[in-house]
């Protein structure tokens, strides 16, 4: 089993809203991932958690915010984000961080998010 | 600075036209090289992965292989369900960790 799931599948939110989109996985994975994807575009890393600890930011506006409540949880609270912000975020989680040679990383569906 | 370059950047073929896509790289430090196809609004899903050149992988209609300055996706009498965009990505490190840079993709058609 490689499922990663994410909630919600679907969020539209205004400009002075707070949300968050939460991130699971059951394989035993220690290493997670946000992404963003625009539009006719690649996927775009945003986050990367290894063993539960912040180990890459890439340069990310602080509206966005990420958490590791745990191994197998992963959250991204939203705050004050702008309509630009629109796009497909995406999770994945892979076994391990630096050093792994299989260190595959598996995506979860996506969470659409609309910023009006 | 590292690059991952895809084409072309649209294919179209008709069901049964065997073709290839490329994925040219310019990295320092590869760990590996991964296919992932992804469908319109869903997640990238895992293909293959090659880590050395003149590795090969097969997987039903499809082949990865992977030189030590590219990576080709041949697609062998493809059908209308192998439409999709078929993403290539690097694994370099960073920091203390490691990170997916991606292509652009290929859009694939498949035509009955």
């Known amino acids: 089993d490689t499922e990663v799931t994410q909630t919600p599948k679907h969020l539209v939110m205004g400009m002075t809203n707070k949300k968050s989109l939460k991130c699971e996985q059951h394989?035993?994975?220690?290493?997670m991932y946000w992404y963003k994807q625009k539009a006719k575009k690649p996927p775009e890393l945003m986050f990367v958690?290894?063993?539960?600890?912040?180990?890459i930011n890439e340069s990310v506006p602080s509206r966005f915010s990420p958490e590791c409540p745990n191994s197998s949880l992963l959250n991204l609270h939203l705050h004050a984000l702008q309509p630009e912000d629109s796009a497909l975020y995406l999770c994945?989680?892979?076994?391990?961080?630096?050093?792994?040679?299989?260190?595959?990383?598996?995506f979860g569906a996506g969470t659409r998010l609309s910023v009006l | 600075e590292d690059q991952v370059t895809q084409s072309p950047e649209a294919l179209r073929l008709q069901e049964g036209e065997s073709s290839s896509l490329n994925c040219s790289y310019t990295?320092?430090?590869?760990?590996?090289l991964f296919w992932y196809r992804q469908d319109p609004g869903k997640g990238p899903e895992f293909l293959f992965t090659?880590?050395?050149a003149g590795e090969e992988k097969e997987k039903e209609r499809l082949k990865a292989t992977l030189t030590k300055k590219e990576s080709f996706l041949h697609i062998t009498a493809p059908k209308p369900e192998d439409s999709a965009t078929y993403l290539c990505?690097?694994?370099?490190?960073?920091?203390?960790?490691?990170?997916?840079?991606f292509g652009k993709g290929t859009k694939l058609t498949v035509n009955p």
């Open positions: 994945a989680s892979s076994q391990g961080s630096a050093g792994w040679a299989k260190n595959i990383q598996y």
């Open positions: 394989m035993g994975h220690r290493a």
């Open positions: 958690y290894s063993y539960e600890k912040l180990s």
């Open positions: 990295v320092s430090g590869l760990r590996g």
């Open positions: 090659l880590y050395s």
């Open positions: 990505a690097v694994l370099i490190p960073q920091g203390g960790s490691e990170k997916l840079v």
